[in-house]
Antibody
């Protein structure tokens, strides 16, 4: 069945970078866009960006454009989200979700930023 | 950037009907998707597009839209429907945005 398996929790210091992976299983990797979404504990969902595993297109939310990089590895059916210059406000659960409509989600990756 | 506004909370008696609304300019041009999120869990898609319900989602969940407003209706609410609900849509630049979220309580 369709699964998105994300990498494990991360603890980072302010100013560092984090790279979260999302491995696609059970479907054609290049056939569906992947969204990245984050959720600060106790708050709502925030859309971060979208990548087309079957092409070159990526779109990142304007407020994150200078700090987020979305990449892919077709050979391993994996997409990556790298967030640089981390601050405490970036402490959140990060999710990947499949397709335009987000019909399947990863389990989430907690990223904690603390000195 | 576009914004989507939802009522913070909706209460519904068991077996009755709950309606959750989402307002924003992008909804005049693009359909919404709706997600249910239970505490500690990843969101789940419950309705999307003009009239689409993912497999496995009960038919008590339905969606509609008019002008700048999208709605999710739960007809015959069950205890397990108690959760946070978020709408989502895109804009003309290919950016997406989530609504502010609605906490549904089933009494």
């Amino acid at each position: 069945q369709v699964q998105l398996l994300q990498s494990g929790s991360e603890m980072k210091k302010p100013g560092a970078s984090v790279k979260v992976s999302c491995k696609a299983l059970g479907y054609s990797f290049t056939g569906y866009y992947i969204h990245w979404v984050r959720q600060v504990p106790g708050q709502g969902l925030e859309w971060m960006g979208i990548i087309n595993p079957g092409g070159q297109a990526t779109v990142v939310a304007p407020k994150l454009q200078d700090r987020v990089s979305l990449t892919k590895d077709v050979s391993t059916s994996t997409v990556y989200m790298e967030l640089t210059n981390l601050a405490s406000e970036d402490t959140a659960v990060y999710y990947c979700a499949r397709g335009q409509w987000g019909d399947s989600w990863g389990q989430g990756t907690l990223v904690t930023v603390s000195s | 950037s576009s914004e989507l506004t939802q009522d913070p909370a909706v209460s519904v008696a068991l077996g009755q009907t709950a309606r959750i609304t989402c307002q924003g300019d992008s909804l005049r041009s693009y359909y919404a998707a709706w997600y249910q999120q239970r505490p500690g869990q990843a969101p789940v898609l419950v309705f999307y597009g003009k009239d689409n319900r993912p497999s496995g989602i009960p038919d008590r969940f339905s969606g509609s839209g008019s002008d700048n407003t999208a709605s999710l209706t739960i007809t015959g609410a069950q205890a397990e429907d108690e959760a946070d609900y978020y709408c989502n849509s895109r804009d003309g630049n290919g950016h997406y945005v989530f609504g502010t979220g609605t906490k549904v309580t089933v009494l």
